[in-house]
C-alpha cells in the first residue's frame, strides 16, 4: 500500500500515520526493525530515493517487508524526484507513506528544456492521496470541541474553548498537546472550565484579538484607541496586533456573506461551530458585522495587509506611525 498525506495538519498527519503503521505493523509498529522512518531533509543520505527504494525491497526479520514513512517530503531534490517518479510507475508492491506539507496536483509551467516532475500524478497512479489541511480560523473553536469530546471525553465551556482558540491559533498539534496537559492534572474534571483552560495553558502567541476586537467590531473610536495605547505600552508587538485584527475583519466578513444568503445568527453560530450565546448576544457579531459592512471591510482587511507588510520591511518604523494607521481603522 502507498498512501500519501499532504497538508499542513501535523497533528491529523501524526494520527493517520500512526494508524497506517499500526494496521500495516499491528503490535510491531514500534519496532525499528519492521519500519524505517526517513526524512528527506537529512543530509546524511546521498540518495532518498535509492533508500526508500531498497528498504521497500528489503525483507525484515519480523515481518515480509519494511514499512517506510518518508517525513518532509517536500524537501525531495529533482533527482531524487525523478528516480521516485520512474520507480512508481512500475506500480511496486510495498508499505510506503509520504508526508508533505504541500504538493501540486499541477507541477507549475516550465521553462523551455525543462521538465515536470509528475510526482503527484504518480503517487496517485500507484496509490491513494489524503488531503489534511488546518482547519479555517473561523473553525478553530468548533475543532477544539470536537477534540476534546472525541480524544479526551470532556466537554469544554464556551469561554475556555475562545481562550485555547486565541491563545494557541491554529497549530492543531500544539492544541491538543496542550488539551492533554490539563487531563494530566486534572483527570477527574468531567469539564474542562474556562479557570483550568487560563491557569494551565499559557498563551503561545500574543493573546490580544479578544482584548482589542470588541471596541473594533463596534467601531468605538475612543475605547479602540484606548485600548490600543494600553497594548502598545505593554510592549505588545504591532504585527501581533495586525494579525488579530486582520483574522477578525475576515470573520466579520464572513458572517457577513452569511447574513447576506439569508441565514440566521444562530445557524451561523453552528456553521462556526461557536457557543450561541456568547455569539450572539455577549459579543453579538452579527451586529459587528453589520457596523461595517462588506464594502468598508474589504477596504479594513487590504489595509491590514499593507501594514502588515510595511512592518515586516521597516517601512513602518515607529509607534506614533502604526497608532495612527491602526487608529485611522476605527475614527472615520
Known amino acids: 500500500m502507498i498512501l500519501t498525506l499532504i497538508g499542513a495538519d501535523d497533528f491529523a498527519k501524526d494520527e493517520r500515520i500512526n494508524g497506517f503503521l499500526e494496521k500495516a505493523l499491528g503490535e510491531r509498529k514500534n519496532d525499528p526493525l519492521a519500519r524505517k522512518i526517513i526524512f528527506a531533509t537529512d543530509t546524511n543520505i546521498p540518495s532518498i530515493a535509492e533508500e526508500i527504494i531498497e528498504t521497500c525491497s528489503s525483507v525484515s526479520m519480523f515481518a515480509p517487508e519494511q514499512t517506510v514513512i518518508l517525513r518532509k517530503a517536500d524537501a525531495l531534490k529533482a533527482a531524487d524526484t525523478a528516480a521516485l517518479v520512474s520507480w512508481l510507475s512500475t506500480k511496486p508492491e510495498c508499505s510506503l507513506l509520504f508526508e508533505f506539507e504541500k504538493l501540486a496536483a499541477r507541477a507549475p509551467k516550465k521553462t523551455e528544456g525543462e521538465s515536470t516532475s509528475g510526482l503527484y500524478s504518480a503517487l496517485k497512479a500507484a496509490g491513494t492521496i489524503e488531503k489534511y489541511d488546518l482547519p479555517k480560523p473561523w473553525e ?29 491559533g491554529s497549530d492543531s498539534a500544539l492544541i491538543a498537546a496542550e488539551l492533554q496537559k490539563i487531563m494530566l492534572f486534572a483527570p477527574e474534571t ?143
Request: proline share 3%.
Open 140 to 168: 478553530m473553536e468548533k475543532w477544539i470541541s470536537t477534540y476534546a469530546l472525541t480524544h479526551l471525553g470532556k466537554r469544554m465551556d464556551p469561554a475556555a474553548v475562545r481562550y485555547v482558540s486565541e491563545a494557541l
Open 190 to 332: 468531567k469539564v474542562i472550565t474556562y479557570e483550568q483552560a487560563k491557569t494551565m495553558i499559557v498563551p503561545q502567541r500574543d493573546i490580544q484579538a479578544h482584548e482589542i476586537r470588541d471596541s473594533f467590531g463596534n467601531r468605538d473610536a475612543k475605547a479602540f484607541t484606548k485600548k490600543l495605547r494600553e497594548l502598545l505600552d505593554n510592549n505588545t508587538e504591532g504585527v501581533s496586533l495586525v494579525s488579530s485584527l486582520f483574522h477578525f475583519s475576515v470573520r466579520l466578513m464572513h458572517i457577513c456573506s452569511m447574513l447576506e444568503q439569508g441565514l440566521s445568527p444562530k445557524e451561523i453560530a453552528g456553521k462556526f461551530g461557536t457557543n450561541e450565546w456568547l455569539f450572539c448576544t455577549k459579543t453579538n457579531e452579527p451586529r459587528m458585522a453589520k457596523n461595517w459592512g462588506k464594502p468598508l471591510l474589504c477596504r479594513v482587511i487590504k489595509r491590514l495587509g499593507e501594514l502588515d507588510y510595511e512592518i515586516k520591511t521597516g517601512k513602518c518604523e515607529s509607534r506614533m506611525s502604526l497608532e495612527l494607521s491602526l487608529a485611522a481603522l476605527v475614527v472615520r
